[in-house]
């Protein structure tokens, strides 16, 4: 249970784009919610994107809503986020998160979502 695998994480210059992908086990997919968080250095973590499993709404922490677009492959059991026009305050360690029961204790909960499994990170680097 909880199984998360990121990738595509790189460095970029400011302006350009990346994008993010997250593998997740079949049991871990089929949950409630998939989303994604970040944690710049000395700073806490902090919701980037969700998407509500049930109705596929999305929701966009207000700092990179209209810049990054998070969607999901139901066939690959995938997640993406689709991140353009990069500023360097974009530079952290972006994490996947599924919510998914059973739900652990010492989550965290994001819009109507509460993450208690994670991914190993994956590093984004915006140059100026």
């Known amino acids: 249970q909880g199984q998360l695998v990121e990738s595509g994480g790189g460095s970029v210059q400011a302006g350009g784009s990346l994008r993010l992908s997250c593998a997740a086990s079949?049991?871990?997919?089929?949950?409630?919610?998939m989303g994604w968080f970040r944690q710049a250095p000395g700073k806490g973590r902090d919701g980037v994107a969700s998407i509500y499993a049930r109705d596929s709404t999305t929701y966009y922490s207000s700092s990179v809503k209209g810049r990054f677009t998070l969607s999901q492959d139901n066939a690959k059991n995938t997640v993406s986020l689709q991140m353009n026009s990069l500023k360097p305050e974009d530079t952290a360690i972006y994490y996947c998160?599924?919510?998914?029961?059973?739900?652990?204790?010492?989550?965290?909960?994001?819009?109507?979502?509460?993450?208690?499994?994670w991914g190993q990170g994956t590093q984004v680097t915006v140059s100026s």
């Open positions: 998160a599924a919510d998914t029961d059973p739900r652990p204790g010492g989550g965290t909960w994001y819009g109507r979502c509460y993450f208690g499994y």
């Open positions: 079949e049991s871990t997919y089929s949950s409630y919610c």
